[in-house]
């Protein structure tokens, strides 16, 4: 074998190396992301009523809003962070949607009023998105090869993520109480930040100013075939969850 074979087979090495543990990294750090988000989800109600809304008939109308509220901004906001991950790389939006996650799940616990957990639903709409960050750090990584298999393994990441949290979350409430469930899922999510940060690798190159103004406008993404009606299916999709 050539010495140029020889490096080009450590190279191809290297590289093999390099997706497949950032992809297990990210496949543990997705699936750590929403056990701690979903950690919450069964006891909302109960809680709403321990931090002062007594009247029965309000409790739906507040959980409805509470659940509603973090989708509001992050419709707003996900678009924004998509942009900066273009310029400033997918790596460093996982980490703030983990950790600004976690901060915000371990303030809940600390609230005194529904207002107040409002104000943190909206905040981490505007802040977390650990969903599409991963995603897309996963498709920057992976070879073409790949990539069905490694979407297809993070979207196992996230349903079960949601599976295990919601039902490890109910037992955790009624041993620990609600407060300290929503440190759990906090520090479940800082785990997931920490473990990104340190053993996911990405080699980013910032596109040129030229590059990204010729990558098209929304006007563009909409004009793809078939990404309209996608989109809308999606939407039906998660308005009737």
Known sequence: MTPTAKQNTGHDTNETSHWRSTLFVMFIAQLLSIVGFAFVLPFIPFYIRE??????????????????????????????????????????????????????????GMIGNVYQLLFLRLLSGVFTGTISASIALVSSVLPGTRLGFGLGLMQVAVFLGMSLGPWIGGIIADILGYRLT????????????????????????????????????????????????????????????
């Open 51 to 108: 931090i002062g809304v007594t009247d029965e008939k309000m409790v739906p109308i507040w959980a409805g809003i509470l659940m509603a509220a973090s989708s509001l901004t992050m419709t707003i906001f996900a678009p924004i962070w998509g942009w900066l991950s273009d310029r400033y790389g997918r790596k460093i939006m996982v980490e703030r949607a983990m950790f600004a996650g976690a901060i915000i799940t371990m303030a809940m």
């Open 182 to 241: 929503f440190m759990a899922g906090g520090a479940i999510l800082l785990v997931g930040g920490i473990l990104v940060m340190v053993g996911a690798k990405e080699k980013f190159i910032r596109p040129s100013a030229v590059s990204l103004k010729r990558s098209g406008s929304v006007k563009t993404l909409f004009a793809l075939p078939g990404f309209v009606s996608l989109t809308i299916v999606f939407f039906l999709f998660h308005f009737s969850i």
